[in-house]
């Protein structure tokens, strides 16, 4: 498999998924607990818009050759992602992504699917590699592409109040507030409704 330079949306939001799976974030409950919960894990990231891999599915097929000691390079790579989304210096994200990338062969050109006749840069895999190394090639390429495209300032924690999650922010305004809007947004919303509702049951009436 192979990540293109441009494909960093793509690559960033694997990496913010993949920080967001620890017991820290769920409390107490690892999103990736085996080999299995890995599998479905790159499952819905095999065949992304405009992909060009030769395999179909080919980080889920990765994912599926996993031994135990693959997943815990996969828990030890989100660490590291994690701790970079957490002290978002620039120059310690592009040493430490640059670093994530060392599983790559180097970069090279391949015809661009969603162009015809137009070619992009892409970073392809080793042979031989892993399913975390592949993690970990698509995690770089997302941090460099991020910083080099959108800046340094695009590393956040989550903004709920019971969420410890993070995220790397690759909304066009840069305003996104949850690692997970659609779970952690949804209760925020809730809990203001809420408190919303409690503040006008106990409102003084003018009659009291």
Avoid at 58 to 70: I, K, M, Q, T, V
């Amino acid at each position: 498999m192979q990540v293109a330079l441009d494909d960093y949306v793509w690559a960033a939001g694997i990496a913010t998924e993949l920080v967001n799976t620890t017991a820290e974030v769920w409390r107490g409950d690892d999103r990736l607990p085996d080999l299995a919960a890995l599998v479905a894990f790159t499952e819905p990231h095999g065949d992304r818009p405009g992909g060009d891999d030769d395999v179909p599915d080919a980080l889920a097929e990765l994912a599926r050759r996993g031994r135990p000691a693959d997943l815990h390079a996969v828990h030890a790579l989100r660490t590291t992602v994690r701790d970079l989304i957490d002290h978002p210096d620039r120059d310690r994200l592009i040493a430490g992504a640059t670093r994530l990338t060392s599983s790559a062969r180097g970069a090279t050109l391949i015809p661009d699917p969603a162009h015809g006749g137009r070619i992009r840069w892409a970073v392809p895999l080793r042979d031989g590699a892993t399913i975390a190394d592949a993690l970990s090639l698509i995690c770089g390429m997302g941090i460099l592409g991020v910083v080099h495209a959108l800046g340094d300032r695009r590393f956040r924690p989550c903004t709920a109040p019971t969420c410890r999650g993070a995220f790397i922010d690759t909304t066009r305004p840069g305003s996104r507030r949850y690692c997970m809007p659609g779970l952690c947004g949804n209760r925020v919303n809730v809990a203001n409704h809420r408190a919303r509702r409690t503040a006008t049951r106990d409102r003084p009436t003018d009659s009291e």
